[in-house]
């Protein structure tokens, strides 16, 4: 079946810092892309997604590329904020499935 | 622009009492979803539903039911509560991307912090 692996946190990093979060998958199809972000207290949001190979999602200085080749879809902002400390979510979404299936997520620190 | 609103958002239950919690969305979506979110274990799918009328179980569908009476409401029911089902409980809807035929972006709600004694 469907699944999806992101990298176990937390991660902890200081401001300014370069970010990878990686995430991989297994799909039967052509799934969709997501990652999410839920802040402390609140439900998840979408931060970006791409719905086919080698789209790039992007959103606050977030980017992923949807990598069919390495069925990855790593997280990655070049200068991390404070205010980006949060819980990111890998998901995939399949044609042949009603459902989103998630990563474990990856919690992330941002020290000042 | 509500988007999706749980209620209640607290609550604490003693073993084996009942409870339901409702989830209702003003976006017209088809789809909607009850998740469970426990410390380390991710977002795990309890139920889901498709469309009025129709539901379906996830990954933990044991101890709760679920009713989709009417579009916009999605209910989630703990017949006899357990410690188990201390956790926070996430409701999500979507719709179905037209393009790629595939689920689209999930509408989340703020959440409902249950605790069983």
């Known amino acids: 079946g469907n699944s999806v692996t992101q990298m176990e946190g937390p991660v902890t990093l200081s401001e300014e810092a370069f970010l990878t979060i990686n995430c991989t998958y297994t799909a039967t199809g052509y799934p969709s892309l997501f990652w999410y972000v839920q802040y402390p207290g609140e439900g998840l949001q979408l931060l970006l997604k791409?719905?086919?190979?080698?789209d790039k999602g992007s959103n606050k200085g977030f980017e992923a590329t949807y990598r069919k080749e390495t069925t990855s879809f790593h997280l990655e902002k070049g200068s991390v904020q404070v205010s980006d400390s949060a819980v990111y979510f890998c998901?995939?979404?399949?044609?042949?499935?009603?459902?989103?299936?998630f990563g474990k997520g990856t919690r992330l620190h941002i020290l000042p | 622009n509500a988007g999706v609103t749980q209620t209640p958002k607290f609550r604490v239950l003693k073993t084996g009492q009942s409870m339901t919690l409702l989830c209702a969305q003003d976006m017209n979506h088809e789809y909607m979803y009850w998740y469970r979110q426990d410390p380390g274990m991710g977002l795990r799918l309890i139920h889901y539903?498709?469309?009025?009328?129709?539901?379906a179980k996830g990954e933990v569908p044991d101890g709760y039911n679920v009713s989709r009476l009417k579009k916009q409401n999605f209910l989630l029911g703990l017949e006899s509560a357990a410690p188990s089902q201390t956790s926070v409980y996430f409701c999500?809807?979507?719709?179905?991307?037209?393009?790629?035929?595939?689920?689209?972006?999930?509408?989340f709600g703020e959440g409902s912090r249950l605790t069983v004694l």
């Open positions: 791409a719905t086919k190979a080698d």
């Open positions: 998901a995939l979404s399949d044609l042949r499935d009603d459902k989103i299936i």
């Open positions: 539903s498709v469309g009025e009328g129709t539901t």
């Open positions: 999500a809807s979507a719709e179905v991307e037209p393009v790629t035929e595939t689920t689209g972006e999930l509408f």
